[in-house]
């Protein structure tokens, strides 16, 4: 395993990230709380993560209806192992469509309940999950800044929002002295790429880190998904499949097909060859990955040995343009 610096937080990562998002529901979608992977199911996968070198684990209040956190901190508990932790803020850990956002009170009230989810008292990263619309960004970022100086956080980060919005929040930041988001955690892939790329341009200027998810879209890139055949249980087109429903298309298909075709050549699987594409990235520091099972883990750990030069990662690039 290969580690970063992420950003100018101090903090090192390993280069991939344990993706804690299917632990006791699918995300933060309050009718799948419940579902994903069983207590006995993440703690095999946390086992396999930590022996394959990864220390550095992601989760969010919400995922699962706080399940994730509760069994990473029990985990975390049990073992005694020195995890890197990263935890988010805004979706409701109840389900409540009302409960929900990045105010100050909120934000405060939030953190403590994943503390004492996750056996802490003190979280390494903490990320806001989505922007919030209606509360100021200067009243999130205060509250933030509070939170470092009171030592509950080691740095902030922020989750799914735009290059506009991250310069915004940096802008914000500089001017009145307050901590300032350190990295940035969107989606990334060789199908996602238009508003990351974008933000990673930031984060270069800025030296900032950047620690993205969904590196196989939703297990499209893994080849989990062909023309005119349906699509496997329990996977994330049979559970949540309006954010790639636009993948379902001829051009697709005739791009996962010739991506399928180089990795072969390779001698290595497409989703290892996806994941390598991200990380190869000068400015990705690591890549959060959620297995459904401890063998799929061993894709992204080849990922990190499988280097790409800039010639071939613009090759792959042109299959899906």
């Known amino acids: 395993m290969d580690f970063r610096q992420l950003g100018a937080t101090g903090l090192t990562v390993s280069r991939v ?41 992601d989760t969010a209040a919400s995922y699962g209806g706080g399940r994730s956190e509760t069994w990473v901190g029990r985990w975390r508990g049990e073992r005694g192992l020195p995890l890197v932790l990263s935890t988010k803020v805004y979706w409701s850990v109840t389900g409540d469509p009302e409960d929900r956002g990045l105010s100050r009170s909120r934000i405060l ?41 009171a030592g509950k956080v080691g740095a902030i980060g922020a989750s799914n929002l735009d290059a506009a919005q991250l310069e915004q929040a940096l802008d914000m930041s500089e001017r009145l002295g307050l901590a300032r988001f350190e990295w940035v955690q969107n989606e990334y892939s060789l199908l996602r790429r238009e508003q990351a790329e974008a933000v990673l341009r930031v984060c ?94 061993e894709q992204a750990l080849a990922a990190v040995e499988l280097r790409l030069s800039p010639d071939e990662r613009d090759q792959l690039a042109r299959l899906f343009a």
């Open 17 to 57: 990230g344990l993706g804690c998002g299917n632990f006791g529901g699918i995300g933060s979608a309050p009718e799948l709380f419940g579902t994903g992977e069983s207590e006995d199911e993440a703690f095999a996968l946390m086992d396999a993560a930590w022996a394959g070198g990864v220390t550095f684990f």
């Open 109 to 149: 009230r939030e953190l403590d309940g994943s503390l004492e989810r996750l056996g802490v008292e003190r979280v390494d990263m903490y990320l806001t999950h989505e922007p919030d619309p209606e509360t100021p960004i200067e009243e999130t970022l205060r509250a933030l800044d509070e939170l470092v100086g």
């Open 204 to 297: 270069e200027r800025e030296g900032l880190g950047f620690t993205p998810f969904s590196p196989l879209a939703g297990g499209w890139l893994a080849g989990r998904y062909r023309r005119d055949q349906a699509y496997p249980a329990g996977s994330r087109m049979t559970l949540r499949p309006e954010p790639y429903s636009d993948l379902e298309r001829e051009e697709t298909f005739a791009a996962l097909e010739a991506f399928g075709r180089h990795a072969a050549e390779r001698g290595t699987t497409p989703a290892t060859l996806a994941m390598a594409w991200v990380l190869s990235h000068p400015r990705v520091t690591a890549v959060v990955v959620g297995p459904r099972r401890p063998e799929h883990l």
